[in-house]
């Protein structure tokens, strides 16, 4: 056995409690207010296939790969994103991508893909060395750092840098502040979200994410007229790609669209990855012998020689922590569909109005699905090149509606990650309280320690 594929010792990360007993309508509100993944009882981890009511409406838990396929996949057609769920992120995403149905979802979808393409993300390679390299200069000489926040403010800057060819710090601060503000309140669930029928129902509660909504598009728009005034051919970003992108019938998209889908990439792509960073910088402090042989790979291979895709196969174990740090810690641990067309899911009817749930915090947690689900064990992923292959392994969702960004996420994690261990050390300080994961539109962390950081000599 190599160092590569040593085992780690049984690591057990920290996780919230799963209620002995399914919970009422009432608590599960309250304990889902708090936390989307505080709601879940031991049965849910043990069945595959679960109907209930929730305030009345009927709706089923669906954790069997065959079922999750055929409500991702096969049967897509039949389900739709529930309106109601698009309550805390409409302000941002507006009609984006991510919230589009039917048949202006085909075309957006379609019209988007060569920005997604893997020459497309190897071109933006460069933008995620320089705001690796920027967090790894803004820690240096630092002993200490709350690194949840630090990996918030990299993320937006990749993702800003990806979209615009700006960062963060300087031209983009007035993105970074808002987005901040939209992700500290009114990202959160309310009450009326939970009572809301629609998406435009009970809009009293959905002003703070209008306020803030209406300043995020402003800030968007401003940055697409400039680019207007001053093109910029030699730019290769995803606002470069977003202009040159055309319909079937070979038209330009519109500005309102461009602007729609530029917030969309910002809002669905930095938060998500922040916290991917976050969480798996967690585990590597809980298990310090991987966290070190993850550096030996950086050092073989430092993230400055980065320059195509196929570089990144230099850090198999790293990938593979990201693997298992998306399993443990999926930053987005719930999905939604509400049937549209009646349906039978492996002999289960639904109807119209039905609600499906579909949680990858369930699924990569379900002890029919995994061996050890609740144990930090990234060599599981290690022979495994084609993850998503696995049946219960759906941290980008599944069918034609995965994740768009997939494989920008995890370039942009794996030189982020590699820029920060190529020069610290990461540990929390003894006797730190375990972390633990709250979720509300991604899977955020309960509170944000401060990491030692001790510099690579
Ligand atoms: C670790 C990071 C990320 C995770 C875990 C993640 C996860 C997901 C998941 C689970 C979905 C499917 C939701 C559903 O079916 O209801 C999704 C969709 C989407 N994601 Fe990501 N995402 C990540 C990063 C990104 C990035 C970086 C971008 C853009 C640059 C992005 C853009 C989108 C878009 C536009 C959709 C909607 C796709 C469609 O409906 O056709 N995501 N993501």
């Given at each position: 056995m190599d160092a590569l594929t040593a085992p780690s010792p049984l690591i057990v990360p920290p996780a919230p409690k799963v209620h002995a007993r399914p919970i009422g309508n009432l608590r599960a509100i309250w304990e889902m207010s708090r936390s989307l993944v505080g709601s879940w009882s031991e049965a849910d981890f043990d069945d595959l296939l679960t109907p209930y009511v929730f305030l009345g409406q009927p709706g089923l838990v669906v954790s069997d790969p065959a079922g999750v396929r055929h409500v991702m996949g096969s049967h897509a057609h039949n389900y739709r994103r529930p309106g109601k769920s698009a309550r805390p992120i409409r302000a941002l995403?507006?009609?984006?991508?991510?919230?589009t149905e039917g048949e202006t979802w085909r075309r957006q979808r379609k019209s988007l893909a060569p920005a997604f393409t893997p020459a497309a993300i190897g071109a933006l390679l460069p933008h995620f060395t320089a705001a690796g390299a920027a967090l790894a200069d803004r820690l240096t000489?630092?002993?200490?750092?709350?690194l949840a926040e630090a990996f918030h403010q990299t993320a937006l800057d990749a993702v800003l840098r990806a979209l615009f060819s700006r960062n963060a710090d300087a031209d983009g601060a007035e993105m970074a502040r808002l987005a901040r503000r939209y992700l500290e309140g009114p990202a959160h669930l309310n009450l009326f979200d939970f009572l809301a029928k629609g998406a435009d129902d009970l809009a009293m509660g959905d002003t703070a994410r209008r306020r803030i909504g209406g300043q995020w598009f402003a800030a968007v728009e401003a940055l697409i007229a400039e680019r207007h005034a001053n093109p910029r051919p030699d730019c290769h970003d995803l606002l470069g790609r977003l202009l040159a992108a055309r319909n079937e019938d070979g038209a330009p998209l519109g500005d309102a669209e461009i602007r729609d889908q530029c917030g969309t990439m910002l809002a669905a792509g930095f938060e998500t990855t922040s916290r991917l960073l976050f969480w798996t910088a967690y585990l590597l402090t809980l298990d310090t012998a991987t966290q070190d042989r993850v550096r030996a790979e950086i050092v073989a291979f430092p993230p400055e020689r980065v320059t195509s895709l196929d570089d990144l196969k230099a850090w198999p174990l790293m990938r593979s922590v990201l693997m298992e740090a998306l399993r443990l810690y999926p930053p987005v641990p719930l999905i939604a569909r509400e049937v549209v067309t009646a349906d039978e899911i492996l002999g289960c009817r639904v109807e119209p109005g039905h609600m499906i749930m579909i949680s990858p915090w369930l699924i990569h947690r379900h002890r029919k699905l995994w061996?050890?689900?609740?144990a930090f064990q990234p060599?599981?992923?290690?022979?495994?090149?084609?993850?998503?292959?696995?049946?219960?392994?759906?941290p980008f969702g599944a069918g034609p509606r995965v994740c768009i960004g997939a494989s920008f996420a995890l370039a942009e994690a794996q030189i982020i990650l590699a820029s920060l261990l190529e020069r610290f050390n990461i540990a929390l300080p003894a006797g730190a309280r375990p972390v633990l994961p709250k979720a509300g539109i991604s899977l955020a962390a309960d509170h944000e320690p401060n990491f030692d950081l001790t510099p690579i000599a």
């Open positions: 995403v507006g009609g984006g991508l991510l919230l000489g630092c002993d200490r750092a709350n061996d050890q689900p609740l060599e599981r992923f290690i022979d495994q090149p084609h993850p998503w292959g696995i049946d219960a392994f759906i």
